[in-house]
C-alpha cells in the first residue's frame, strides 16, 4: 500500500500565534464591557432583607396598607361565603384565574358571567359558565386546582357537588335569605360588604363580632369587606388593577 507524503511545515513564529488565538477568540462573540466583580461587599450582603408574604390571591391591602392574601387552595375543600356584591365575586374569580386555577360558575345569571369568562384567559378556557345543577366533577388536584363560584341568589341551594382536595367553593349571597344562618355557620370562611343592620345583627351572632364591628357593617365602602373566621376578623379594601377596571368598572356594592 502507498503512502502519500507531505512537506514539514516550518514552525510558527511569536507573532503568528498571536494572531492565531485572536482569531479563535472572535469566533465566541463580543466582549463584553468591564465592570466591578462584586457590586455589594460580604458584610453588606447580611443586611439584606425581602419581605415575603403568604402564597394565595390577593384581596386587597388591610389597615395598615399591607398585602392581604387569600389562601383558596388547599389540601382539603375550603368553602368560603361572600354577602356581597358580584364585583368583588368577579375580582376574585379573576384573581384565583390569574394563579392558574381553574374557574367553574354556576349561576342563575350567565349573561353577567360569559364576558368575564371569554375575557378571562386570553383565549385559554380558564373559566365556564354553568347553569344551576349542570356543573359536573371538576378534577381538582394540587397541579390544577378549582374554585367553584355559586352565585344562586340569597337562598341557593346544596351543591351536588362532592367536596375535593384542592377544589374550593366560593358561594354569593347578595343579601341573606331565610337560610343565612346554615350557610354562613357551613362555612370556613365569611366575607361581609355593606349589609343593613338587621343583617349585621345576625352576622354579628353567627361569626361572634365586636359591637364595633357590627356597627360599622352597614357603613362600609363598595370596595370595603370584612373577612372574618371564628377566631380572627379584618376588614380588607380592594382596589381594581387597570385591566380589572377596564373590564368590570369601578367598585359596587350591587349590581
Given at each position: ?83 356581597g356584591g358580584l ?69 341557593p341551594p346544596r ?37 343593613a343592620p338587621p ?57
Amino acid at each position: 500500500m502507498a503512502y502519500q507524503t507531505y512537506p514539514a511545515q516550518a514552525p510558527s513564529d511569536g507573532n503568528e500565534k498571536i494572531r492565531a488565538v485572536a482569531r479563535i477568540r472572535a469566533g465566541f462573540g463580543l466582549r463584553g464591557p468591564r465592570r466591578e466583580r462584586h457590586v455589594l461587599t460580604a458584610e453588606d450582603i447580611g443586611a439584606l432583607s425581602f419581605p415575603v408574604g403568604d402564597d394565595g390571591v390577593l384581596i386587597g391591602e388591610d389597615q395598615q396598607r399591607r398585602p392581604a392574601v387569600l389562601g383558596l387552595f388547599r389540601p382539603t375543600a375550603y368553602d368560603v361565603v361572600l354577602v356581597g356584591g358580584l364585583w368583588t365575586a368577579q375580582i376574585i374569580a379573576l384573581r384565583a384565574a390569574a394563579t392558574g386555577a381553574r374557574i367553574a360558575v354556576e349561576t342563575a345569571r350567565p349573561h353577567l358571567w360569559a364576558p368575564l369568562a371569554q375575557a378571562a384567559g386570553g383565549g385559554q378556557p380558564c373559566m365556564t359558565v354553568h347553569p344551576f345543577g349542570r356543573i359536573g366533577p371538576q378534577g381538582a388536584s394540587v397541579s390544577a386546582p378549582v374554585l367553584v363560584v355559586r352565585d344562586l341568589g340569597a337562598k341557593p341551594p346544596r351543591s351536588r357537588l362532592s367536596a375535593s382536595p384542592w377544589q374550593s367553593t366560593l358561594t354569593l349571597l347578595p343579601h341573606l335569605g331565610p337560610n343565612a344562618a346554615r350557610v354562613l355557620n357551613a362555612a370556613d370562611l365569611v366575607g361581609v360588604q355593606r349589609v343593613a343592620p338587621p343583617e349585621a345583627e345576625l352576622i354579628g351572632r353567627v361569626l361572634s363580632l365586636g359591637s364595633q364591628d357590627i356597627a360599622g357593617l352597614p357603613t362600609l365602602s363598595d370596595n370595603f369587606t370584612l373577612w372574618a373566621t371564628r377566631i380572627r376578623r379584618q376588614f380588607i379594601r380592594l382596589e381594581p388593577g387597570a385591566a380589572e377596571g377596564q373590564l368590570l368598572g369601578g367598585p359596587r356594592r350591587m349590581d
